[in-house]
């Protein structure tokens, strides 16, 4: 793409480049695209969501007549009564939610992540730093108040920190913690785990929220032993260019002697479940975040799927939203984005020259125009948002009210995938 914005010389060259590159992937477009549909539909198909309310389906069929060229629904979809918020059972504003024998999900309304504890072992995976997320007094956060909990009067011998990435939502009350420890166990080691993408990045950062790993993972696998409970950080990708997915698999017994109240959901074999904590590709009930969640790859955001799934677990923790998740919603958000990529490239093969000239590509080969010889609008202005329309209107169909939130995300989701057709050819 860049190669051919480099050389034109007239204006309608320009514009001749502009529908070729725009339409570069659409090689043998008519040939792909009833393949790319089908595979679609049978996606679709093998993966059954929960059935759209009355309500839903009526709001989608009023935003799909009333869908605007470079829009989406006027008014958001209902979300749908499997993803609604759970209330908030401590008076503190957290869920602490025993999994299994000395694991905890941690929950503050939008965020998740783990407490686990062996005996005086503790270790902590991830520290949302939520809007609100110190006590009013100024004695912690609220993670500290579930820490205590977990803690249950013991002093922790030594305490394990993991980042499962970089980004400060999700590491950024790292430091206060780290703080409210040296002031209430002050004779109790901490060693911090992070891959030296996340080490580089708290270095360098200004408000200096997160503490610096002083164990950098560098391996595909490391396994942390949190007294005997088995906990593996596994080098997966997806949504940093280095996401950790920290991963507790099923137990027969060995491990984890928390100290809660573990209410005995085991696996129907009479196992302690399998546990996975990777962040930020699936939204368990939603739609991934804007522009796809801003992974920096797309093609990896959707193999990670299968990586996730190759993995023996039945408890998925996603870091963000409503709700913890099944291999039922992993296998749910892989058809989801494989059903995105091919809208996108359907987008890019389904929308020709007439099309776009019709929207007013001519006008920038036009010297009296104001966006004359503006190429960013041939492709920004009129090229993509039309590629885009197509995508938007498909996966609106199709999961407008299966995942939450989908219509505020999709023309970005829909951009990048209609982007990646283009360049990934
Ligand atoms: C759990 O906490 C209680 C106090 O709340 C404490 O007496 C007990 O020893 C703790 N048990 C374990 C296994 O840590
Ligand atoms: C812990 O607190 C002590 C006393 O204030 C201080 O000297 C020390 O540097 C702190 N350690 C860390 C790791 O912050
Ligand atoms: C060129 O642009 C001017 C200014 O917008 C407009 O009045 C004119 O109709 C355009 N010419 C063509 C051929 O579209």
Same mark, same amino acid.
């Given at each position: 793409?860049?190669?051919?914005?480099?050389?034109?010389?007239?204006?309608?060259?320009?514009?001749?480049?502009?529908?070729?590159?725009?339409?570069?992937?659409?090689?043998?477009?008519?040939?792909?695209?009833?393949?790319?549909?089908?595979?679609?539909?049978?996606?679709?198909?093998?993966?059954?969501?929960?059935?759209?309310?009355?309500?839903?389906?009526?709001?989608?069929?009023?935003?799909?007549?009333?869908?605007?060229?470079?829009?989406?629904?006027?008014?958001?979809?209902?979300?749908?009564?499997?993803?609604?918020?759970?209330?908030?059972?401590?008076?503190?504003?957290?869920?602490?939610?025993?999994? *299994?024998?000395?694991?905890?999900?941690?929950?503050?309304?939008?965020?998740?992540?783990?407490?686990? *504890?062996?005996?005086?072992?503790?270790?902590?995976?991830?520290?949302?730093?939520?809007?609100?997320?110190?006590?009013?007094?100024?004695?912690?956060?609220?993670?500290?108040?579930?820490?205590?909990?977990?803690?249950?009067?013991?002093?922790?011998?030594?305490?394990?920190?993991?980042?499962?990435?970089?980004?400060?939502?999700?590491?950024?009350?790292?430091?206060?913690?780290?703080?409210?420890?040296?002031?209430?166990?002050?004779?109790?080691?901490?060693?911090?785990?992070?891959?030296?993408?996340?080490?580089?990045?708290?270095?360098?950062?200004?408000?200096? *929220?997160?503490?610096?790993?002083?164990?950098?993972?560098?391996?595909?696998?490391?396994?942390?032993?949190?007294?005997?409970?088995?906990?593996?950080?596994?080098?997966?990708?997806?949504?940093?260019?280095? &996401?950790?997915?920290?991963?507790?698999?099923?137990?027969?017994?060995?491990?984890?002697?928390?100290?809660?109240?573990?209410?005995?959901?085991?696996?129907?074999?009479?196992?302690?479940?399998?546990?996975?904590?990777?962040?930020?590709?699936?939204?368990?009930?939603?739609?991934?975040?804007?522009?796809?969640?801003?992974?920096?790859?797309?093609?990896?955001?959707?193999?990670?799927? &299968?990586?996730?799934?190759?993995?023996?677990?039945?408890?998925?923790?996603?870091?963000?939203?409503?709700?913890?998740?099944?291999?039922? &919603?992993?296998?749910?958000?892989?058809?989801?984005?494989?059903?995105?990529?091919?809208?996108?490239?359907?987008?890019?093969?389904?929308?020709?020259?007439?099309?776009?000239?019709?929207?007013?590509?001519?006008?920038?080969?036009?010297?009296?125009?104001?966006?004359?010889?503006?190429?960013?609008?041939?492709?920004?202005?009129?090229?993509?948002?039309?590629?885009?329309?197509?995508?938007?209107?498909?996966?609106?169909?199709?999961?407008?009210?299966?995942?939450?939130?989908?219509?505020?995300?999709?023309?970005?989701?829909?951009?990048?995938?209609?982007?990646?057709?283009?360049?990934?050819?």
């Amino acid at each position: 793409m860049a190669a051919r914005l480099a050389l034109p010389v007239t204006a309608a060259a320009v514009v001749a480049a502009a529908v070729a590159a725009a339409t570069a992937a659409a090689t043998v477009a008519g040939a792909m695209a009833p393949a790319a549909t089908a595979v679609v539909a049978a996606t679709a198909a093998a993966v059954p969501t929960e059935a759209p309310t009355a309500g839903c389906t009526a709001a989608l069929a009023a935003c799909l007549d009333g869908l605007v060229p470079g829009g989406t629904c006027a008014t958001p979809l209902p979300v749908p009564p499997a993803s609604a918020p759970p209330p908030l059972r401590s008076p503190q504003g957290y869920n602490l939610t025993p999994l *299994r024998p000395g694991v905890y999900s941690y929950y503050d309304g939008a965020y998740f992540s783990l407490l686990l *504890r062996d005996g005086p072992a503790l270790a902590l995976v991830d520290f949302p730093d939520s809007a609100g997320s110190n006590v009013p007094d100024g004695s912690g956060t609220r993670l500290t108040g579930a820490i205590t909990e977990v803690l249950g009067g013991d002093v922790p011998a030594h305490v394990a920190f993991v980042y499962s990435h970089p980004h400060f939502d999700h590491i950024g009350a790292a430091s206060r913690v780290a703080a409210w420890l040296n002031t209430t166990y002050p004779h109790t080691p901490v060693t911090i785990y992070g891959t030296a993408e996340v080490t580089d990045l708290v270095v360098q950062s200004a408000s200096r *929220r997160a503490v610096a790993p002083t164990l950098v993972v560098a391996a595909p696998r490391t396994v942390l032993a949190v007294g005997a409970l088995e906990v593996q950080l596994l080098m997966a990708g997806g949504h940093s260019a280095s &996401d950790l997915a920290v991963y507790i698999p099923p137990s027969c017994g060995g491990g984890g002697r928390g100290n809660g109240t573990y209410s005995g959901d085991d696996d129907s074999d009479g196992r302690a479940p399998g546990i996975l904590h990777h962040v930020d590709v699936v939204f368990p009930g939603w739609s991934p975040f804007a522009n796809l969640a801003i992974t920096t790859d797309v093609a990896e955001f959707v193999t990670v799927h &299968d990586t996730l799934l190759a993995l023996d677990w039945s408890i998925f923790s996603g870091g963000h939203l409503t709700k913890l998740g099944t291999r039922g &919603d992993v296998a749910v958000s892989k058809a989801f984005v494989t059903d995105l990529l091919a809208a996108g490239a359907a987008g890019v093969t389904g929308v020709g020259p007439d099309a776009f000239g019709a929207a007013g590509l001519g006008q920038v080969a036009n010297a009296s125009s104001p966006v004359a010889g503006n190429l960013w609008y041939a492709f920004l202005g009129v090229v993509r948002p039309l590629q885009v329309d197509v995508c938007v209107r498909q996966m609106l169909e199709r999961w407008g009210c299966a995942l939450g939130g989908l219509d505020l995300t999709v023309r970005s989701a829909c951009f990048t995938t209609a982007t990646h057709a283009v360049l990934a050819g």
